[in-house]
């Protein structure tokens, strides 16, 4: 064997430890999607969409550009990410699902409020509130507290500890939905009207 045989050996080997190690990693740190609540409501969970096409707006106030492009790279990973599709930027109407508003408080960083529930545990539209205090909610924060939001408008829930991605509670930059949770938003037996 070459020298350059054995380094491109030894590379594949690693590349393969690596892999089997993250893959031990991540069954070990995510229990089966049916093993947590989904889609059950505040205070930790979202309540389930109405349907799988998630169409947003701007609500009046929600002008600062950065957080404008933030949601919008959240929506677009959602709809790429997950069975989630078909849904865009409109005028705020009856029938918008996620309304993004801004507010200049240190009080949270974020918030989902379900303001118009459908019946039962599915929400036909609500309130996605980012805080635009900078001390309260730093730029390196912004991305994951907004993917964090767009999480529970999908029915995702909160998670303390491990490899859960943005769904994880409290300071992170993690900007990713985690298979389980997408197993979850996949599962999901919505009407597509």
Known sequence: MTPNQNRSAVTATRISVSIACLMVMLAVSTPPAGADPFGVGPPEEGWLADNHDHDYCWSTGFNWMTLRNHATRSMEYLESSTDFSGGSLQACNSG??????QYDTTDYRGRYVCFDRG?????????????????????????KTICHEVGHSAGASHH???FWGCMIRGTSTAEYYVYHTIQHMNSLEVSES
């Open 119 to 143: 019946g039962g545990n599915r929400c036909d539209r609500a309130y996605i509130r980012i805080s635009s205090n900078r001390s309260k909610l730093p730029v390196d924060q912004r991305r």
């Open 160 to 162: 303390s500890s491990g």
């Open 96 to 101: 918008t699902d996620i309304y993004f508003e």
